[in-house]
């Protein structure tokens, strides 16, 4: 079983609706969580961290950590061609590793 | 803004040889990492370093060396390069015990 688990998609949404992006781990040490956006021949970017449980706000994403569930999404509102997008989750203990999810493919058609 | 450079976009080499994949970070990070992504793979850590002279293996580092000479570079080896190399290269940095930043990635192709 892998540390994190993560749809890989294609996830397929019209322009405007709201995308819900999850991953699912088992190391319940893992403290530190992150969503990075990865465009086609790109590196991946930072766009979200949160540290421990609860949500976290920035513009029309949303991250939210259950910890007891192990259980992590990403949420996007009012969703643009322009977020479509590989979506990586990563997460750590504390260390100086990250673990990644595989990613989601997101494509958000007008 | 953390800026993470690769000195090469694309590159074509033959099987059998030596390449050296270079990475440049501006923001003073004591960290940094060397990846390879595939598809369905996700990322795989192949080596990182905390400090200079320093390295540690990855995931998945034969194959491949390191060498940080100074602070700001992280440099990638590929002794005698085989077709299952043929990957997109990512590196990375981070501050001590946080966040990685990546540089755009380096698609590297074996014939």
């Known amino acids: 079983q892998k540390e994190v688990e993560q749809d890989p998609g294609p996830l397929s949404v019209p322009e405007g609706a709201i995308v819900s992006l999850n991953c699912t781990y088992s190391?319940?040490?893992?403290?530190?969580f992150m969503w990075y956006r990865q465009y086609s021949r790109k590196g991946p970017e930072l766009l979200m961290y949160t540290y421990s449980s609860g949500n976290k706000e920035d513009g029309r994403f949303t991250a939210q950590v259950d910890k007891s569930s192990k259980y992590i999404s990403l949420f996007i509102r009012d969703s643009q061609p322009s977020d479509s997008a590989t979506y990586l989750c990563?997460?750590?203990?504390?260390?100086?590793?990250?673990?990644f999810g595989t990613g989601t493919r997101l494509q958000v058609f007008p | 803004d953390v800026k993470v450079t690769q000195s090469s976009r694309y590159l074509v080499k033959r099987t059998g040889e030596k390449v050296f994949l270079e990475c440049v970070q501006d923001?003073?990070?004591?960290?940094m990492f060397w990846y390879r992504q595939d598809p369905g793979l996700g990322l795989r850590l192949i080596y990182f370093?905390?400090?200079?002279?320093?390295?540690e293996k990855g995931d998945i580092p034969e194959g491949y060396s390191v060498s940080r000479e100074k602070k700001e570079r992280f440099s990638l080896i590929l002794e005698s390069a085989s077709t299952n190399q043929t990957s997109m290269y990512l590196c990375?940095?981070?501050?001590?015990?946080?966040?990685?930043?990546f540089g755009p990635g380096t698609r590297l192709t074996v014939l």
């Open positions: 990375a940095s981070s501050p001590y015990q946080d966040t990685q930043y």
């Open positions: 923001m003073d990070h004591e960290n």
């Open positions: 190391n319940s040490a893992f403290q530190y």
């Open positions: 990563a997460m750590s203990a504390g260390t100086d590793k990250l673990i």
């Open positions: 370093s905390y400090d200079v002279k320093m390295k």
